[in-house]
């Protein structure tokens, strides 16, 4: 069964940037689409960007359009999210999400990680 492992959350100041990674503990990550989403206290999971498994396709929500950017490195199994221009109210836990393909709609993955807060202050 695959894992995923999120990094890079912390606090920041709006304004800043933060780069996020998913890493996978098996090779078939790298053929597969992979999604991050957030959650906020009190409120549903929702998608923040997907990308194909080639990499050539990336989809992004319209609140992050313009300030985050996911690729990846299939020879290092993992996802990255970088973001950039970051406003308190990105402020969420972040997770990386596969078994669904590319896909905007959370409950159609499968296997998620523990996810890595993001906190941005005013």
């Known amino acids: 069964q695959v894992q995923l492992v999120e990094s890079g959350g912390g606090l920041v100041q709006a304004g800043g940037s933060l780069r996020l990674s998913c890493a996978a503990s098996e090779r078939t990550f790298g053929s597969v689409g992979v999604g991050w989403f957030r959650q906020a206290p009190g409120k549903e999971r929702e998608f923040v960007a997907a990308?194909?498994?080639?990499?050539?396709?990336?989809y992004y929500a319209d609140s992050v359009k313009g300030r985050f950017a996911i690729s990846r490195d299939n020879a290092k199994n993992t996802v990255f999210l970088q973001m950039n221009s970051l406003k308190p109210e990105d402020t969420a836990v972040y997770y990386c999400g596969i078994g669904g393909g590319v896909t905007t709609d959370y409950r159609e993955h499968n296997y998620w990680g523990q996810g890595t807060q993001v906190t941005v202050s005013s």
């Open positions: 990308i194909s498994w080639t990499g050539a396709r990336t």
